[in-house]
């Protein structure tokens, strides 16, 4: 559903110059499979989840989402993806049911399905209470439902999350892992970026860990306990870090 090949990411920076953002950066995501990407602040997650989203081009590599090429068909990608990215970027003056009714229509929702659909995602993210408040008048944890609910309106076959638990309690961090393992059992990919080490362990059939833009390892939890000699995702992630010095592969 997703094979990243060689994606390369330069970002020209006025003050820092070139900044290799992602380094020749390889790895899949199968339908019905869950692959978490950590890594410490700017290894270079959020770089790898714009550029499968499209909102970025690559500077070289490339990488096929859904059957097609991120560089050479990104609107046929775009379709077929939700992208819940780090900045929300929800329209303050809009509720969250005029958010999802604008983005289901934007996506090309018959007006019956998509109000069905609309009640389904209010429901399920349990927006019921404040569904038709302006967003700007919600806290973090709301607005986040919200943005997730934008991603998921139009039930696409893959998730693209940068940070889903971003500012959300436990209870809602919970309901959002439900749901995207509910979105496994339904056959959709998932590929999700997090900070949050125990989520990561829930949720994931696959890790990979990025770091100064480069993979460091890509896994399943016991092929990274194997590299490690490590437990807990937390200390394989420090050891990770902190002692290897080359990219390894484990497969499973
Ligand atoms: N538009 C940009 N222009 C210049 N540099 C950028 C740009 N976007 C990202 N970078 C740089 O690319 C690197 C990777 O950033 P990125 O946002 O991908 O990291 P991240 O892994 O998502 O970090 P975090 O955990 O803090 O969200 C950083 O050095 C960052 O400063
Ligand atoms: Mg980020």
Redesign the pocket.
Known sequence: MIRVEGLTKV?Q?KKRGA?R?LDQVSFEVKPGEIVGIL?P???????ALRLLATVLKPTQGTAVVAGYDIVREPEMVRSRIGFLS?DMGLYGRLTPREILAFFGRLSGMEPAALKRRSDEVVSMLGMAAYADTRTDKLSTGMRQRAAIGRTIVHDPPVLILDEPSYGLDVPTARLIENFILEARRGGKCILF?T?VMEEAEYLCDRIVVIHEGKVRITGTMEDLRAATGKTRLREIFLDLLNIREEPMEAKA
């Open positions: 970002f920076d900044v953002a890594g602040n700017g290894a270079g997650k959020t770089t780090g970026s900070h």
